[in-house]
């Protein structure tokens, strides 16, 4: 496989793993570790967060290495406003396209985020509530959206790994408030849908000030 190839491998890894808060601000990424892992040369991982840095999700030190970009509260602000004005807008223009099958797709994700966290898999579980906010991006079947969607980097900043009384609680909230969003959709209730996930996205805001 081609080293670009191999960098590409690296950089969708990695920055999967930071969109859905596996791996959280200031966490150090090591280059040495991330070729043992994926089989891969340091130099493609260089490259790989060479770019993540250009996408500002990754910083280097002063003295050197390679972290996961902090969030300040202005950060989760501005990231707020950002998927509330992209997300409503894409649930709006779902609401009048709905399909049967979208709704499926929906009640698949939620059951896959539910099944994760009964077994125990957090970060399976962070993975299926990014699948879930971009299903609203896709489900609006705008190319456009989609792409500036994910070219935004939006990360989750609600969910934290771990077994803690408050992150099991920010699990079942989110359970909820997802399913709440989807039965929205089958039932064509525009204004509980939105309302749903304007606060789910207030919610995860105001626990990633506490948390931070």
């Known amino acids: 496989m081609k080293e670009d190839s191999l960098a590409n491998k690296v950089y969708v890894e990695v920055r999967k793993k930071i969109l859905s ?12 570790a991330w070729a043992d892992k994926l089989n891969v040369s340091r130099v493609a991982v260089r490259e790989a967060f060479m770019r993540l840095a250009g996408e500002n999700l990754v910083e280097f030190g002063e003295r050197g290495g390679c972290f996961v970009r902090k969030m300040d ?28 099958a979208i709704i499926k797709e929906f009640e698949e ?8 966290v009964a077994k125990g898999y957090y970060g399976g ?46 699990y079942a909230d989110t359970e909820y408030e ?8 089958k039932t064509g209730d525009w204004e509980s849908g939105r309302k749903a996930l304007v606060n789910h996205l207030h919610r995860g805001a105001s626990a990633a000030l506490e948390l931070d």
């Open 73 to 100: 509260k202005e950060d989760v602000e501005d990231i707020r406003e950002l998927r509330e004005l992209l997300e409503v807008g894409a649930l709006k223009i779902l609401f009048e396209k709905k399909t049967p």
């Open 109 to 116: 994700i939620c059951d896959d985020f539910s099944d994760m």
């Open 178 to 185: 997802h399913r709440a969003i989807v039965n929205a959709i």
């Open 125 to 170: 579980a962070c993975e299926a509530d990014v699948r879930f906010h971009e299903k609203i991006i896709e489900g609006a079947g705008n190319h456009r959206l989609l792409r500036i969607y994910k070219n935004s980097n939006i990360p989750l900043f609600h969910m934290k790994l771990g077994q803690a009384m408050s992150a099991m609680e920010d």
């Open 21 to 32: 808060n596996q791996l959280v601000g200031g966490a150090r990424l090591i280059e040495s």
